[in-house]
Nanobody, 124 residues
């Protein structure tokens, strides 16, 4: 059974940083796309960042470009999201996701596995 477990969320002041981690178990995803989405209260889940297994393709949402960095450790089937210069608009539940394909896509429907989410709250 595949499980994705996120960690690293919490409460931080505006301008601060957090690092999210997600580790997959149940199978290895060394050749899949791993990414992050987020969902704020009353809003739809939105794409944040995703990275192909070999790092050749990495996409970011415009709203986080230059502030967030996605990285992977394929040996651990892990993906990380370094979030800097956080603003209250970044407050959301952040979800890790895996797409078994090899093309980086931004749609939630492309992803096969999801974590349970970790709350990130940025205070002003």
């Amino acid at each position: 059974q595949v499980q994705l477990v996120e960690s690293g969320g919490g409460l931080v002041q505006a301008g601060g940083s957090l690092r999210l981690a997600c580790v997959a178990s149940g199978r290895t995803f060394s050749s899949a796309v791993m990414g992050w989405f987020r969902q704020a209260p009353g809003k739809e889940r939105e794409f944040v960042a995703a990275r192909r297994w070999d790092g050749l393709t990495t996409y970011y949402a415009d709203s986080v470009k230059g502030r967030f960095t996605i990285s992977r450790d394929n040996a651990k089937s892990a993906v990380y999201l370094q979030m800097n210069s956080l603003t209250p608009e970044d407050t959301a539940v952040y979800y890790c996701a895996v797409d078994r394909g090899t093309i980086v896509r931004r749609s939630t429907t492309a992803y096969d596995y999801w974590g349970q989410g970790t709350q990130v709250t940025v205070s002003s």
